[in-house]
């Protein structure tokens, strides 16, 4: 029973110490009506029948490092979802070539290591930035490759033609 009372007044302790407010006030949320029409939190990489997309938000107190920490991962992003694409081609090429070189870890890092030396400095990069009262600088970026310039990125890096048919 003592066991029971001395829970009950630490579990009524701790609750009165607590805070009823909430963290974050809503007008101040990032991904709000603040945040830009192409921009999704649940999103980090896209791509459609033009173009190549990466997403980011970074925030900071300095908007410079706003800034670069949110384009560099919008880069990181586009490089996920260029990347997803190589593997969607590796499948097929092995699809349709049955060639087991196309199942090897060998192939497979090697492609890998080509699309993370890929360079993305032709990539358009879309800025979004808001700044809150609190001095927290909310960035958000979108880098965008377009689809043909990746497929000839690729080609230049990759030397396998069966592999390249399926661009």
């Known amino acids: ?4 009372i001395t829970g009950q007044i630490i579990a009524v302790s701790f609750m009165s110490c607590t805070t009823p407010e909430s963290v974050t006030d809503g007008e101040d949320s990032p991904a709000s009506d603040a945040s830009p029409e192409w921009f999704d939190n649940r999103i980090a990489s896209s791509s459609d029948t033009t173009s190549f997309y990466g997403y980011s938000l970074a925030a900071a107190s300095d908007s410079a490092e706003a800034v670069n920490i ?3 991962m919008a880069l ?5 979802e260029i990347d997803r694409f190589a593997e969607g081609i590796r499948e097929k ?3 349709t070539t ?5 199942q090897s870890g060998e192939f497979i890092f090697s492609l890998r290591d080509k699309i993370q030396s890929l360079d993305l400095s032709d990539a358009s990069i879309t800025r979004h930035h808001k700044s ?9 970026s979108r880098a965008e490759l377009p689809r043909d310039e990746v497929k000839a990125l690729i080609s230049s890096a990759v030397s396998d033609n069966a592999f390249l048919e399926e661009l």
């Open 93 to 95: 090429a092995e699809e």
């Open 70 to 72: 949110s384009t560099e």
């Open 98 to 102: 049955g060639a087991a070189r196309y």
């Open 76 to 80: 990181q992003n586009l490089r996920f």
């Open 132 to 140: 809150n009262s609190e001095g927290v600088h909310h960035h958000f």
């Open 1 to 4: 029973m003592k066991y029971f």
